[in-house]
T-cell receptor
Framework: EAGVAQSPRYKIIEKRQSVAFWCNPISGHATLYWYQQILGQGPKLLIQFQNNGVVDDSQLPKDRFSAERLKGVDSTLKIQPAKLEDSAVYLC?????????????FGDGTRLSIL | DAKTTQPTSMDCAEGRAANLPCNHSTISGNEYVYWYRQIHSQGPQYIIHGLKNNETNEMASLIITEDRKSSTLILPHATLRDTAVYYCIVIKSSGDKLTFGTGTRLAVRP
């Protein structure tokens, strides 16, 4: 079974520029999550999708971050404009149905550096 | 979700069992115990989860105390590749975000 795919693996941009990350979840997984992991900390949820609907985006900085999951499969996360504090690893995870009985599986993330 | 407490760091010898404890004294009856690990430069890797009963899979065993207030992750024969940060997380059965604490940094020594 193929895992969660993310691209790009690394991205370096200057502050105030825009950037987008892509995620392809495990086939058949209805629930998709984006997490942000700042160096030295554990991942923190940004947004959760169930199929193509948003379940939880309470921690997403909506003035600069946006995410979509068209057709309930792939997802993109965008930052515009980027700030220095956005330097982090952005992790995508997916699970079969989003219940506590179904584990989330993570990709290896996109490491974003802001200059 | 219930809060978890783990030791900051542990070490064990290669080939020996690694026993990683986790305290979750405020856990509710409908909350699962999950274990993930994160190896440097990789995303978190799911290891195992349980509700009330002990669980075993190809990676590890999970022992949950009868009162469910604590649990132990057992890696039966640790290898150098098991060196990682291990996270114990409690999550509602209805589903929720994973709340990662600081975890336990396990070092497996040759």
């Amino acid at each position: 079974e193929a895992g969660v795919a993310q691209s790009p693996r690394y991205k370096i941009i200057e502050k105030r520029q825009s950037v987008a990350f892509w995620c392809n979840p495990i086939s058949g997984h209805a629930t998709l999550y984006w997490y942000q992991q700042i160096l030295g900390q554990g991942p923190k949820l940004l947004i959760q999708f169930q199929n193509n609907g948003v379940v939880d985006d309470s921690q997403l900085p909506k003035d600069r971050f946006s995410a979509e999951r068209l057709k309930g499969v792939d997802s993109t996360l965008k930052i515009q404009p980027a700030k220095l504090e956005d330097s982090a690893v952005y992790l995508c995870a997916s699970s079969l149905g989003g219940t506590g009985a179904q584990p989330q599986h993570f990709g290896d993330g996109t490491r974003l550096s802001i200059l | 979700d219930a809060k978890t407490t783990q030791p900051t760091s542990m070490d064990c010898a290669e080939g020996r069992a690694a026993n990683l404890p986790c305290n979750h004294s405020t856990i509710s009856g409908n909350e699962y115990v999950y274990w993930y690990r994160q190896i440097h430069s990789q995303g978190p890797q799911y290891i195992i989860h349980g509700l009330k009963n002990n669980e075993t899979n190809e990676m590890a065993s999970l022992i949950i105390t009868e009162d469910r207030k604590s649990s132990t992750l057992i890696l039966p024969h640790a290898t150098l590749r098991d060196t990682a940060v291990y996270y114990c997380i409690v999550i509602k059965s209805s589903g929720d975000k994973l709340t990662f604490g600081t975890g336990t940094r396990l070092a497996v020594r040759p």
